[in-house]
């Protein structure tokens, strides 16, 4: 029971936080809106006037005994507050419980009110159509279950709550798509595009998906394959009309564009070199944006910059409205678009089905006619409508082109020169809202229904309420570009600034250059980032690994990662780490196809994750944070012989498999000719201490006493704790974008083919100036240090070393004492003696290498071992803490609110199921 409320407390402190915040930022907008309706009516309506208290009237029918929501926010949390502020007074789960439990008065107190509070819980659930049978507290063996219902009810009343924030805020979540009449409710489909037939959706399980049963993925039809590879993206474009700077030969040359090695069957590397030979000297002009110059050129004329007389739109019912969805009829429309001085344009998308989105419809409206563009059908066609797009005398409508603009490079190679956008007008108007439906209810008083913006667009034939929707899209734009034009010359006093400053904007946004989705190792930290909760180290690497199956997959299969697996349900597998693969599709509800496919690949992901060292959920979220590796603190302090402080950029370019460390030697014997000069540098070498190194394993294994081996063994087991701030090898790019010579190219791009050629040699030449530089460095290293051996062994031989030292004192004391054999003798073995505790003060710094290298466990405080505590000893040990706390708890004897999760250790071998991980963290 006790448990059952901590967790109910907890969760919905956390998920309160979130709900709660979303609720102020709802009633910052709801009173602005407000505000805004106020200003309205004061300024345009009458009639409204004469009902000033018209607010108020609608504000007292909130709810009964609340003025408004801000008075029932106000009461409700304070209630809250209060009862998590009493529930965190109970006794503590555990000692303290157990304790009080003792005595029967609390018992039967507890028991009361336990049952008291089921009923209330089961009352709320029931409200909510959960399961409720909450009731029976006596079945102790039920807890895990009740505790689950809880949870589960938790997340059904707070999704509500949330899907009714986002409809009062205007955002609609229905995941449902809406069909029209006559088109079947969204069911199964397990197929993959490219692998059609293979994998036949014949099972019995039904899934309420983002699709309709009888739409055919139109990728199949497209006559370019997509190319979802991990490379960047580069332009269509192979014409371009309306030029003031011709198009670069990269794009007119079909030999360059086409002829990508990978078609052949030649080697990956061997592709890439070809490749590359090949598309270097076009770099820049690959990622450049085809039309920036005539965009940095585009002047706006005069009249476009003079107040318009608004040209009232047809009525819709009397304009005529072609479906186009033949070449011919797209001809015929291109040639319609250059005869007029404007059109307007809006796009259907379709993102769920699909890696990249496609774009399904195309709407254009000139003053006179709709057309609706199938462009699945004629998608490798769209290019031709290049020649209206940037024709710079053709002003383009759009409203919130932001997405278009690069949908259009994407799918068709289409560019927009002369772009007015009604979005970017609304918001210099400093209109109440800037969607669409807003402007055709303020300037066209037409009411929208934009239930079918998320409609599955794929769908044909085109039912007639899809049509209507999308012509209504544009019809109306053409006439609200001249009221904004208008306006913004009115609320400047007739000063063109402000238009100015709109087709300015709107030249930025056809500006705009269309990115792939890049999958880098870091990808998935951006996403990890977003959400509160740290992970420890396990939960961080499943999201990791699940992340990186989750790209590869959806790249294959040309599916959205949202398709695959979407990112709640990720994070939940991440956090749980489910042992078996029935808990990974227990995660997901409703399973998505591809997991149910591929559970037992998702569960060794997992596996994985669970083997990593377990290290404290903070250090996790450093990680995230970015700061890795994290770095040490500066070390002032250091010996005369401590090299290890040698900045790193003086060493950067030896590399120590170059520079083998003479170890033990501090002086090197052999003077050789200035072109070992360079050797002197491993003076910069940090020194090393032996015992466990790695390096000299082999040849040194011999020499090795059993004790020593068995010590080396052990500590081999080990895995290193400090991996997770090293740079990891392992890059998880598609396996397709690994055997794919173009996913290289990505590599290669991020390296140094987005570098210019003369930056390149740039850099080289950079890099053989340092190394000459390094190179007199060590020349007069090498002289200081023959210096500084002469004048030591000059020292030597005038000092008496501490035995004779010692001899001297003994023989004045008296006693009888023999000498040392030889005085040479004695001077090796104090030096080597010196050597010793110079090598073992020395604290050697990492070199910084690319490769992983294993952690160096001869630096680590190896007194754990001698049963001595450790200070700070970062991995985690789940005896030692629980042990920690207890004695913690009986020393002070106080309540400890904040741990109150770890008390709950009485059930902690009831774990198995990898259930503990719902309890609260800290
Ligand atoms: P619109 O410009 O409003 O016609 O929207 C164009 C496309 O953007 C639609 O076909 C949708 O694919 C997508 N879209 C628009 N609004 C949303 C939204 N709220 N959520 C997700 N996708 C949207
Ligand atoms: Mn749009
Ligand atoms: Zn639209």
Redesign the pocket.
């Known amino acids: 029971m006790a448990l059952v409320l901590h967790e109910y407390r907890s969760q919905r402190l956390r998920r309160r936080q979130g709900t709660s915040s979303r609720l102020a930022a709802h009633m910052f907008t709801r009173n602005q809106a407000m505000d805004s309706l106020k200003k309205n009516k004061t300024s345009t309506s009458h009639q409204q006037d004469s009902h000033p208290d018209a607010r108020e009237e609608e504000a007292t029918d909130f709810c009964s005994g609340f003025k408004d929501v801000d008075a029932f926010v106000k009461y409700g949390l304070g209630s809250v507050l209060s009862a998590t502020k009493a529930s965190a007074g109970l006794p503590q789960a555990g000692d303290d419980f157990d304790f009080y439990r003792s005595f029967p008065g609390f018992r039967e107190f507890c028991g009361v009110q336990g049952d008291k509070l089921l009923f209330c819980m089961s009352q709320i659930m029931q409200h909510h159509n959960c399961r409720s049978r909450m009731r029976d507290r006596h079945k102790i063996t039920d807890l895990e279950e009740r505790f689950d219902m809880v949870v589960d009810s938790n997340d059904v009343i707070l999704e509500k709550v949330g899907i009714l924030l986002d409809e009062a805020d205007g955002?609609n979540r229905s995941q449902q798509p809406v069909m029209p009449a006559g088109f079947l409710p969204p069911k199964i489909v397990v197929s993959s595009w490219n692998r059609k037939g293979s994998s036949s959706g014949s099972r019995g399980e039904t899934f309420r998906l983002l699709q309709a049963k009888n739409i055919p993925r139109p990728q199949l039809k497209f006559k370019e394959k997509v190319d979802n590879s991990n490379t960047p993206f580069i332009p269509k474009i192979f014409i371009k009309p309306n030029a003031q700077k011709p198009l670069p030969s990269y794009f007119t040359n079909k030999q360059i564009r086409k002829e990508r090695p990978e078609d052949l069957d030649i080697p990956a590397a061997l592709a890439d070199f070809i490749h590359l030979q090949r598309t270097q000297e076009h770099v820049e002009d690959m990622f450049a944006h085809p039309y920036q110059y005539e965009l940095d050129h585009l002047t706006v004329p005069e009249n476009l910059l003079s107040k318009p007389e608004p040209q009232m739109y047809k009525p819709i019912e009397e304009t005529r409205c072609s479906f186009v969805d033949t070449l011919c009829d797209l001809v015929a429309l291109n040639e319609k678009l250059n005869e007029v001085s404007e059109f307007a344009v809006?796009?259907?998308?379709?993102?769920y089905r699909s890696f990249l989105g496609i774009t399904c419809l195309m709407q254009i409206s000139t003053r006179e006619e709709d057309f609706i563009i199938d462009t699945l059908e004629l998608r490798s066609e769209m290019y031709i409508l290049n020649e209206a797009f940037t024709n710079q005398s053709i002003v383009k409508v759009f409203h919130?082109a932001d997405?278009d603009i690069e949908w259009l490079q994407r799918d068709f190679g289409l560019y927009v020169v002369n772009l007015f956008d009604t979005h970017q007008a609304s918001r210099a108007l400093n209109l109440a809202r800037h969607s669409?439906d807003h402007l055709l209810k303020h300037f066209c008083c037409v009411d929208s229904d934009k239930r079918y913006?998320?409609a599955d667009?794929r769908i044909r034939p085109l039912p007639d309420e899809m049509s209507l929707y999308a012509r209504s899209?544009t019809h109306y734009l053409l006439y609200i570009y001249d009221c904004t034009r208008a306006q913004l010359l009115d609320v400047n006093h007739g000063q063109p600034g402000l238009l100015q400053s709109v087709w300015n904007r709107s030249k930025d946004v056809s500006l705009k250059k269309y990115a792939k989705p890049i999958f880098t190792e870091e990808s998935y930290l951006e996403v990890q980032r977003k959400q509160k909760k740290s992970f420890n180290t396990q939960q961080l690497t499943a999201f990791r690994l699940l992340f990186a199956w989750r790209d590869k997959l959806a790249r294959q299969e040309d599916e959205s990662t949202g398709y695959v697996l979407p990112t709640h349900m990720m994070r939940k597998i991440s956090e749980e780490l489910p042992k078996e693969p029935q808990g990974i599709i227990a995660c997901c509800n409703p399973v998505p196809p591809l997991v149910r496919q591929q559970v037992n690949e998702l569960h060794l992901l997992v596996q994985e994750a669970r083997e990593m060292p377990l290290l404290k959920a903070e250090v996790a979220v450093q990680k995230t944070k970015g700061l890795l590796p994290i770095k040490k603190p500066e070390v002032t302090l250091f010996g005369p012989h401590d090299t290890s402080r040698v900045p790193e950029s003086n060493t950067s370019y030896i590399s120590t498999d170059e520079l083998p460390v003479k170890q033990g030697v501090l002086f090197c014997d052999d003077h050789k000719s200035d072109a070992d000069l360079l050797e002197i540098s491993s003076l910069m070498s940090s020194a090393k201490i032996s015992l466990f190194e790695e390096p000299g394993r082999n040849e040194c294994q011999d020499s090795l006493s059993v004790a020593q081996k068995k010590a080396r063994q052990i500590i081999e087991s080990f895995e290193n704790p400090f991996r997770m701030y090293l740079p990891s090898n392992d890059v998880h790019i598609s396996e397709n974008a690994k055997s794919d010579p173009s996913s290289k190219i990505f590599e290669i791009s991020r390296r140094w083919k987005l570098q210019s050629m003369e930056q390149q040699q740039q850099d080289l030449e950079s890099k053989m100036k340092a190394k000459k530089k390094a190179q007199e460095k060590a020349k007069k290293a090498r002289e200081e240090r023959n210096k500084a051996q002469e004048s030591y062994e000059e020292s030597l031989k005038n000092v008496p070393t501490v035995r004779q030292q010692a001899a001297e004192c003994a023989k004045m004391e008296g006693k009888k004492r023999e000498r040392a054999p030889s005085e040479a003798g004695d001077s090796t073995s104090i030096q080597n003696k010196k050597l010793k505790t110079a090598q073992k003060t020395k604290k050697p710094e990492p070199i910084p290498q690319d490769t992983f290298e294993p952690f160096d466990y001869s630096q680590s405080d190896l007194k754990v071992f001698s049963g001595t505590k450790a200070k700070d000893n970062a991995q985690f040990d789940p005896n030692r803490q629980s042990r920690d706390f207890k004695k913690k708890k009986f020393a002070g004897g106080k309540k400890n609110n904040a741990g109150a999760g770890k008390s709950m250790s009485y059930i902690a071998g009831r774990s198995d199921r990898g259930f503990r991980h719902n309890w609260p963290k800290r």
């Open positions: 955002v809006d796009l259907e998308h379709h993102s919130g997405s669409l913006q998320l667009w899209d």
